[in-house]
């Protein structure tokens, strides 16, 4: 099988039971953003080092992550199947996860300009990526019906998402650069 089809040379794709839209359909830029979301959790992860000690527990929740991500963007590139998804059991999961991971962090009294390390950084551009796929997910939802735990999953996934770039700079000793509000 050849991995070009042609079929998209006039800026037109597939939906899953065959429709075809615009390449600039706000369904297909909704789920291309969770792709983006999901390659940019992949460098993240290729950029983890050990020793930090929670470094190989960061990696395999993110990959846990990634297959969320990728069933996401299937739910989403199908517009005929109602489907629910099981991501309420997955939303409690994160928000153990982010309550666990920053037990070890100072307390954040500022805002903190993303940035670190090679990781912590990588973090913090899916974090922003992230926020952007909730958007899009946000607005399809005002024009389409689309599963509304999966807005809350990638709401709840940019906090973990910034926690985990807070506990890697921490454990690489990486400062992080605060940000006063002021009036």
């Known amino acids: 099988m050849k991995i070009y089809t042609k079929t998209g040379d006039k800026g037109e794709t597939s939906l899953f039971g065959g429709r075809r839209v615009s390449k600039a359909d706000l369904r297909v830029e909704t789920y291309g953003t969770i792709d983006e979301l999901n ?8 950029k983890i080092q050990n020793p930090p000690p929670k470094a190989d527990e960061i990696q395999n929740k993110l990959i846990k992550i990634q297959k969320d991500l990728f069933e996401i963007g299937l739910i989403l590139a199908n517009p005929s199947k109602k489907s629910k998804t099981n991501l309420g059991d997955r939303i409690l999961e994160l928000e153990k996860m982010i309550d666990e991971l920053s037990r070890e962090l100072p307390e954040l009294k500022n805002f903190i300009l993303p940035g670190g390390g090679i990781t912590g950084s990588l973090l913090h551009l899916a974090r922003a990526v ?4 909730e958007r899009r997910t946000v607005e399809l939802s005002r024009k389409e019906r689309i599963d509304k735990s999966i807005i809350a999953y990638l709401n709840r996934l940019s906090d973990l998402l910034f926690t985990m770039a807070r506990v890697i700079n921490y454990q690489e000793r990486k400062k992080e650069i605060y940000k006063r509000i002021t009036g």
């Open 39 to 46: 390659s940019v959790i992949g460098v993240a992860i290729s």
């Open 130 to 133: 992230c926020r952007r796929a």
